[in-house]
Every structure is written in structure tokens, then in C-alpha cells.
């Protein structure tokens, strides 16, 4: 039979209090075993009961939770109450018992016995309003509440399950004595506490001191920082005093030089007066001695109808009257007669003029050569030459010529024969179309930029990175001349017309006239701001040219190293500039691919053309003047329409998968080859 579950009552009153108590911190599962061997109970707060009692939890005065049981008892019998002893109860001793309008159960009636008679008074119950706040009590742990907390925090959890099932085992048996079941010690908790503490203590110095020691490097490195730029401070300093003090000096000397410069400029200008009217009696004199040569040529004609006949009918002999043979005087020479016999035939005589004996001597004695004289005509400009057909070029050949790329092409000026040269340090020359390898040279130390064939063909001139111009005989098959003048690298070299003066551009701001009979530099072209990226003649003349990473265009004489024009209006380095054959147009070409036409008479700028944004890296007219080849660097070749026909047109060929570094027509612009940084050169064909 189960009872109703009591309040908790004295300890001294109970009879039924239990002989092993097992607690977990004050709110574990507490194992309660009867006198009257009722097995265990597994509770909270509320305990279910079996057939011999109802669990009964109170607090004693150690505020330790303990579990009574009502033991069930077998029923007195009904007597007459002749051997019972009842006690009185005085009923002063419910007075204070005060009534209520609600019903009271019977749990609640007993609690108020109980709670009046442990505490001397009754409790009043709180208001059902007042909203109780839940607090929470920590008790000591007892030792098996400590060992399983330990071994849970440690994750020994097969320790811990063998170490419950043994301390469960004992306690059914009761084999644990009171002391094992005591609670832990102050002291042990103490000690595990502070342990605790310590250790984590001991982590929190060693992150303090790992920042402390970040801390003192970022201070050293900030230290050192903050020393640095001190002294750089201190040194620009210093800097900027010198440079104030050399600007100061540099105004003083330019004060100085500033009459020197007016007196410069107008002996200039009394120069080029000088100059103009040196000229001026130059062509008057030239004019002359065609007309005296004329006259020679003249007298010699009519000389040649002049012959002395000797009596023996000996062969004709060509003389000059009142002249012996050179170095026996007239009167000496005993084949002299200064009458004619008996026999002769007399014949006019006519006297041949000689030259002066100082001129004679000084042509003898002379081997520079000298540019011919400028009244020279282009024997093209008047000429029907061959247009290329823009839209009918197709590739028809692929070469893989060099190693790197390859920085210029130029062809043979009387066989079907092309020249290469590359970053590789070598030239080459193909047979073309076949594209058969003929010849080849290495010498330089540097990549070679570009190349020119002599006039007649027979030598080869390489302009290189090392500073030097070589020219390579093909008889010889050696380098017979290096010219190396030139500071810096040399990025262009161009022959005249006549094959006796080679022109070279470099890096140094500066272009070269060179005799190639020996050697020698004859003229240096001053005048640019920065490198001279090329250098070429116009077509049948003693004027060159020079493009320059200044942004300008200058036109050069030859005779006189004088800047004669100068062309303004590209806004980015010029890469090349080109003449028509005809010498009538005149293009040029900037890093920013922006293509000018330029107006040599008025010096000015006829159209523009960009192909940007990438650069353009070389030009190419082809025969007739109205087809332009400009080399970009995408890897095409844009076609451009410049005159005739053509004017106005454009076409693109994509050419290399790389830049596109030259491009060249053939003298009967069917043919147009290009070659590309990626070492190969390749032929397109005008389809017809």
C-alpha cells in the first residue's frame, strides 16, 4: 500500500531514518535503502514509494538534505483502551492553528504542525502576487562526486564508468565506511583550485610575455624606422642646400653668359648671311666651269680630227701641238719638228687646256670621298612604278629565321635575296621566296637592331646594342670595318645613294656620317634631346633624316651637319620614319601609333592616322609612293591607303601571334614580309 508523501520531520522524532545516504552536490541522484529492505530508490526531490513507506525529505540543522521513510505497521487491534495511555492534548495548543476560507489538505495541515513545532511559529505562506526568485546553493562536494568530476574533466570516460559501476557496487554491499563518503576537504578543493588558477595564470603570463616581446620588436623596427628617416631627412636636407647654392652659382654663370650668347647669335646670324651669299657664288662658279667643261669637251672632239701622218705610212698618232710627251720639253724632243717635212700632211692643231698644277696635286693626294654635287634628279620621280593591291595579299611562306625576334628586314637592290638580322647577334640572307638559307655572320656582342645593303650589293652594313657599325664584305666573308664612335647602342645605319657614306643613329642623342674608304666619321649630327631611334636619306639627295625619342623630326645636310627643318606634333617617342621612292611623301610613326603625313616644302603635317593604343614600330612605302605598310604591335600589319587610288583605304593582316617588329615591300610590291619577336619572318603575295 503507498502513503501520501509527508514534510519532513526531526530527526529526533523520526524512528524510521535511513542508514546510508548517498548525496551528489546537493541536487544528484540520492540512493536510499530502507531497514525493512525496500531495495533503492532514484530521486531528486520526490522519491517513489513501494509497499513499506513513503520517502519523507527535510533538512536537518546542518542544512543536509536527508530522505525519511513512514514505515507501514500492522493495524492495532480495536481494545477496550484498557492498556492504552493516551496523552491530553491541551487545545490551547491549536489556537494559534487560525482558520481559513479555503480548504485545507491534509499535506498542508501537517506541514504547519511540523513547521510550529520546529520553529516555535508558523510560517506564514507567501502571497500568491509575490513572484519568488530562484537562488542557487552550492554544497561541498563529497568524494565520489569529486573523482567523477575529475575523470569527466580529464576525458577518462572509460575510467569513469569502471569506477561507478565498483563505487554502486560497494555501496549495495555497504562496504563503504562513514569517512568514504565524507565531503572532499577544504583544502584538497583549495589546492585543485588554486592549481586551476595557477595554470591559467601561467597561460595568461605567457601570452603577456609573447606581446611584451611582439611589443619590443614593433618598437626596435619603429625605432629604427623613426632613425632612417631622420637621416634621410637630414641628408635631403643637406641635398636641397646644395642644390639651392648650385642653382644661386648656375644664375651667376648664366649672367655672365648671357652677352656672350647675344654676340653668338648675331655672329650666327652674319654666318648664314655669309653663308647664303657663299652659295650664291658657289652656283654661279659651277655654272661656269660646266660651261668650260662643255667647251673642253667641245675642243677635245674636234682634237680627235687632228693627225700628223708620218712618210712611211706608219699608223695615225694622236698629238697636241706645241706638247711633248709628259716630263721632255718641246724644244728637246728629237721627234719634234717645228716645221712640218716634206712629206707630212699639215693639220690643225689644237691645243689641250692643262690643270692647275696645285689642283692635280691635291686631287692625287686626296682619299676622302665627297657627296655629289645637289643639282642631282631622281631618276624615279617621274616614273611609272608598281602599286601594291592591298586587298589581295595572302601568306604564302613562313621562315623561322632566328632565335629571337628578328628587328629588321631589308632586300638585296639587285637579287631576289633578303637580309635578317635579330637579338641573337647574326645576320642572315635568304633566298626569296624559297626562303634557303645563303649566308650568315656573327661578330657582335650585342643584339643587332637593324641593317643595310651597299648600292651595288657586294657588302652588308649592322648597326648593333655594343656601340659598333660593322660592314661585312660577302667576297671576303669577314667584317672588313667597325665603327664604333658611338657611346651608346646604335639603333639604325641607312647608305647613300652614291655606297661612299654610311649614316648611323644611337642611343648617345647623336647621328654619324661615316667614310666607308676609311673610316672615319666626317660629320656628328647634334641637335636631339633624346635617343635618335632612326636615321635614313631622302632619295637621291645629301639630305637625312633623324626620328627621336624627343618627339621631333629632323631634316639634316649632309655637306654641312646643319638642322635644316625640324617637324613637331607627335606627342609620344617616333619610332621610324620612311621616304617614298619618288621622294615625294614623307611619313613617320610614334609609340603611341599615331601614323603623320609631313610636308617637307611648307614644313608642316598633312593628315594623321592613329592605330593606337598600341605602338607602331616601323613604316614601309612600297614602290609608287601610295601604299604605306605600318609594323604594329598586336602582331598586324596595317595597310594604309597614302595616294592614287589607294588613298584613303585601310586593311588589316594579322601577321605573328607576337609584336610585329619590321615590314618591307619587293621592288615589284607583289611581295610584303614581315618579321615578328617571335623569331620568324613571313611572305604574303598580292593574289591576282
Not at 130 to 151: G, Q
Amino acid at each position: 500500500m503507498n502513503t501520501a508523501a509527508l514534510p519532513s520531520l526531526p530527526s529526533k522524532a523520526n524512528t524510521g531514518k535511513m542508514l546510508d545516504t548517498s548525496l551528489t552536490g546537493g541536487f544528484g541522484p540520492t540512493s536510499v535503502t530502507s531497514r525493512a529492505g525496500a531495495g533503492s530508490i532514484n530521486g531528486g526531490g520526490n522519491a517513489n514509494a513501494n509497499a513499506n513507506g513513503v520517502p519523507l525529505p527535510i533538512l536537518e540543522e546542518d542544512n543536509e538534505p536527508r530522505t525519511y521513510y513512514l514505515e507501514a505497521s500492522d493495524p492495532v487491534e480495536d481494545s477496550d483502551g484498557e492498556d492504552l495511555e493516551f496523552d491530553e492534548i491541551p487545545v490551547e495548543q491549536f489556537d494559534d492553528v487560525s482558520d481559513s476560507d479555503v480548504d485545507e489538505s491534509l499535506e498542508q495541515a501537517i506541514r504547519n504542525i511540523n513547521e510550529k513545532n520546529f520553529f516555535g511559529t508558523t510560517i506564514e505562506p507567501v502571497a500568491k502576487t509575490e513572484e519568488v526568485t530562484a537562488t542557487l546553493t552550492k554544497h561541498p562536494e563529497v568524494i565520489d562526486d569529486f573523482i567523477r568530476n575529475y575523470l569527466s574533466s580529464k576525458g577518462l570516460l572509460k575510467s569513469l564508468e569502471a569506477f561507478q559501476n565498483e563505487w554502486y557496487e560497494y555501496q549495495q554491499k555497504e562496504k563503504l565506511a562513514p569517512e568514504d563518503v565524507t565531503i572532499v576537504p577544504d583544502v584538497y578543493q583549495q589546492n585543485q583550485e588554486l592549481a586551476d588558477a595557477l595554470q591559467k595564470l601561467r597561460v595568461d603570463v605567457d601570452n603577456y610575455k609573447e606581446i611584451a616581446s611582439n611589443a619590443r620588436a614593433t618598437y626596435d623596427k619603429l625605432r629604427k624606422e623613426r632613425d632612417f628617416h631622420r637621416m634621410h631627412h637630414k641628408r635631403v636636407v643637406q641635398e636641397k642646400n646644395k642644390l639651392i647654392a648650385d642653382i644661386k652659382r648656375l644664375k651667376k654663370h648664366y649672367e655672365n653668359y648671357e652677352p656672350t650668347l647675344k654676340q653668338l647669335q648675331h655672329k650666327y646670324e652674319i654666318a648664314m648671311k655669309e653663308k647664303m651669299l657663299t652659295k650664291l657664288e658657289r652656283d654661279r662658279l659651277a655654272t661656269k666651269v660646266s660651261a668650260l667643261e662643255a667647251s673642253i669637251k667641245g675642243m677635245e672632239k674636234l682634237g680627235k680630227s687632228t693627225y700628223k701622218l708620218s712618210k712611211g705610212g706608219s699608223a695615225p698618232v694622236l698629238a697636241t701641238a706645241g706638247a711633248a710627251p709628259t716630263g721632255i720639253p718641246a724644244e728637246n724632243d728629237p721627234h719634234h719638228r717645228s716645221t712640218p717635212g716634206p712629206g707630212d700632211l699639215a693639220l690643225p692643231v689644237v691645243q689641250q687646256p692643262s690643270l692647275p698644277a696645285a689642283t692635280k696635286k691635291s686631287h692625287a693626294a686626296s682619299k676622302d670621298a665627297t657627296l655629289p654635287s645637289e643639282d642631282r634628279v631622281n631618276p624615279f620621280a617621274n616614273a611609272d612604278l608598281p602599286t601594291a593591291k592591298m586587298d589581295r595579299f595572302k601568306q604564302m611562306n613562313q621562315v623561322k629565321g632566328h632565335s629571337l625576334a628578328i628587328s629588321s628586314l631589308k632586300f638585296h637592290p639587285k637579287k631576289l635575296i633578303l637580309a635578317t638580322v635579330s637579338d641573337d647577334r647574326s645576320w642572315k640572307m635568304w633566298a626569296f621566296p624559297s626562303g634557303e638559307l645563303i649566308m650568315s655572320g656573327e661578330g657582335h656582342k650585342d643584339w643587332i637592331a637593324d641593317c643595310d645593303f651597299h648600292p651595288r650589293g657586294t657588302q652588308l652594313a649592322t648597326a648593333s646594342g655594343d656601340g659598333t657599325v660593322k660592314l661585312w664584305d660577302f667576297s671576303k666573308g669577314i667584317a672588313t670595318l667597325t665603327m664604333s664612335d658611338h657611346t651608346q647602342a646604335v639603333w639604325s645605319c641607312a647608305f647613300h645613294d652614291q655606297g661612299d657614306f654610311l649614316a648611323s643613329s644611337s642611343m648617345d642623342h647623336t647621328a654619324k656620317l661615316w667614310d666607308i674608304h676609311t673610316g672615319r666619321c666626317r660629320q656628328t649630327f647634334r641637335g636631339h634631346a633624346d635617343s635618335v631611334n632612326q636615321v635614313g636619306w631622302q632619295p637621291y639627295s645629301n639630305m637625312l633624316y633623324t626620328c627621336s625619342g624627343d618627339k621631333t623630326v629632323s631634316i639634316w645636310d649632309a655637306r654641312t651637319g646643319l638642322c635644316v627643318q625640324t617637324f613637331f606634333g607627335h606627342m609620344n617617342a617616333i619610332n621610324n620614319a620612311a621616304f617614298s621612292l619618288k621622294g615625294n611623301s614623307f611619313a613617320s610613326c610614334d609609340a603611341d601609333g599615331v601614323v603623320k603625313f609631313w610636308d617637307l616644302r611648307q614644313v608642316s603635317e598633312l593628315s594623321s592616322v592613329s592605330f593606337g593604343p598600341h605602338p607602331a614600330n616601323k613604316l614601309a612605302f612600297d614602290p609608287s609612293g601610295n601604299v604605306l605598310a605600318v609594323a604594329s604591335n598586336d602582331g598586324s600589319v596595317k595597310l594604309l591607303g597614302a595616294g592614287g587610288h589607294e588613298r584613303g583605304k585601310t586593311r588589316e593582316i594579322r601577321a605573328h601571334e607576337d609584336s610585329v617588329q619590321a615590314v618591307v615591300f619587293d621592288r615589284t610590291a607583289e611581295f610584303l614580309v614581315t618579321s615578328g619577336s617571335d623569331g620568324t619572318f613571313k611572305m604574303f603575295q598580292g593574289v591576282p
